[in-house]
Every structure is written in C-alpha cells, then in structure tokens.
C-alpha cells in the first residue's frame, strides 16, 4: 500500500511540501445541482423570492468561497488564483439549478479543491436565500468534472 501523502511517519496529518514542484497552469472544472420545485423556478424568474437576487448573490458567494479554500480545508495550500467563476444556469427539466466553476493557477498544486468548494458554496447560498419558499431542496452530484496542469496531468470525468 502507498503512503498517504498527508500522513507523516508517526501518522499525524501534515500538508504536503510543494516546496520543489515546478509551477504549472493548472485548471480545474467542478459542478453541481439543486433540485426544487417548479414553483420556486418561477419566483427567481420573476424576481419575487423574499431575498433578492438569488443567482447572483450564489454566484458572488461562490467565486469568494473558492479564494478561501485554504482557510476552509484544513491540509489544502493557499493558492494565488488568476480566475474563479461560477455559473448558475435555471434547468427546467430537473427542475432546479445546474452550477458550475472554472479555477485556474498557475502554481505547485492543482485547484480541484477550490473549484469543489465554489460549487458546494454557491449551492449551500440557492439553498439559504429560497428555504423561505422551498424546504425542499436537494444538494446533489457535486463533483470535480475535470483538472489540467502538473505530473499527472489531464484528467475528465466520465460523461
């Protein structure tokens, strides 16, 4: 069996030592869906849920929660991101909401994480600014899709 790479020989977690690794541009895509009723679809079309702007406040909640991913994730480094988007996209067939993030580095590890957490984020806002009006939301599929840059390489998720 490998040796995690977060675990010391006496088996106490430690950050993993990106001292010697060479910077790379790194990218890394991550999604993520809410589902809801029909009826809360409606009210962010018509602008009428109790707290506003709903995707554009999840949007914001997302990009910032991805800058503070290290503060967040106790073993992940803190990392200088040249971009971080999230987009929310209003999916009638689910019904409910697809999200999305691009984060892009360039820099010794990869940005998964931060892509990972603008998604959970951006989710968890949706949820919080239309509870008001739908309990009964479903936070589902939150997944990195794919990741470019450094020794492994190109990686996509199955489709």
């Known amino acids: 069996m490998t040796r995690l790479s977060h675990v010391d020989e006496e088996g106490r977690a430690r950050m ?7 910077p790379t541009h790194r990218v890394a895509t991550a999604r993520g869906a809410i589902i809801c009723r029909a009826e809360t679809i409606e009210q962010v079309r018509a602008g009428t ?7 554009q406040v999840a949007e914001l909640a997302g990009t910032m929660a991805a800058k503070k ?3 967040l994730i106790p073993l992940c480094h ?7 988007a999230v987009t929310i996209v209003i999916d009638d067939a689910l019904p409910g909401f697809n999200v999305s993030a691009e984060v892009r580095t360039h820099g010794p590890t990869g940005v998964e994480m931060e892509a990972l957490t603008a998604v959970s984020v951006a989710c968890l806002t949706l949820f919080d600014m239309l509870k008001a009006i ?3 939301m ?3 599929g939150i997944q990195v899709v794919t990741k470019s840059g450094g020794r492994s ?7």
């Open 153 to 159: 390489g190109d990686w996509a998720a199955d489709a």
């Open 49 to 55: 849920t109790p707290k506003g702007s709903v995707i």
């Open 69 to 71: 991913t290290a503060e």
């Open 138 to 140: 479903i936070i589902q």
């Open 134 to 136: 739908d309990r009964s």
């Open 16 to 22: 993993v030592d990106v001292s010697d690794k060479a």
């Open 78 to 84: 803190p990392l200088p991101l040249t971009k971080a």
